[in-house]
């Protein structure tokens, strides 16, 4: 039911400190994350950014993932997701509930977007130009997150 409950269960040796937010480099999660996790729903939305992966199965609703090479994909607490790793993976996962974004946009609806929605395709594959503008944006916010700085939680 959150962020770190998940990280827990998954047995990463990270956790965050924010309740409505998360972002870590796969690479950081350390080497003991379960290769494999039942099918579960969570309370918040993720994003993976994944860059390289070799073998695996993601499974979002009822729908497989086994090509995940510089992709985008997008889980809503209304999706039962679960995962099968057999290898090293690269790239990025953010996690956040709904309400980090009350404080500056009241009325933002994140079901608007397609891309979490449960009746579409959840990932995106990206080309060789996107993958190196996302991944410029996704470090950026990552480095805002690791910064110890009074400014931390608003940037």
């Known amino acids: 039911s959150t962020i770190n409950a998940y990280l827990k269960a998954a047995n990463t040796s990270v ?4 309740k409505e937010f998360f972002i870590t480099k796969i690479s950081d999660l350390g080497n003991q ?9 969570k309370d918040f939305y993720q994003i993976n ?3 390289q992966h070799d073998t ?6 009822l729908k497989d993932y086994q090509q995940l090479d510089n992709c985008l994909y997008f889980i809503s607490p209304d999706h039962i997701y679960s995962w099968m790793r057999k290898s090293q993976l690269d790239g990025y996962l953010i996690y956040f509930k709904k ?4 404080p500056i ?3 933002f609806e ?3 977007y397609p891309f979490f929605s449960i009746e579409q395709d959840n990932m995106l594959i990206l080309d060789d130009e996107a993958v190196i503008q996302v991944d410029l944006l996704i ?3 990552h480095h805002f997150y690791k910064t110890q700085t009074q400014y931390r939680a608003k940037l």
């Open 139 to 141: 470090e950026q916010l």
């Open 105 to 107: 946009m009241p009325s």
């Open 33 to 41: 994350v379960v290769p494999f996790m039942t099918a579960i729903q």
């Open 110 to 112: 994140i079901e608007l």
């Open 15 to 18: 956790r965050t400190d924010f």
């Open 56 to 61: 695996g199965t993601y499974r979002i609703n």
């Open 99 to 102: 309400s980090l974004f009350k």
């Open 49 to 51: 950014f994944i860059t």
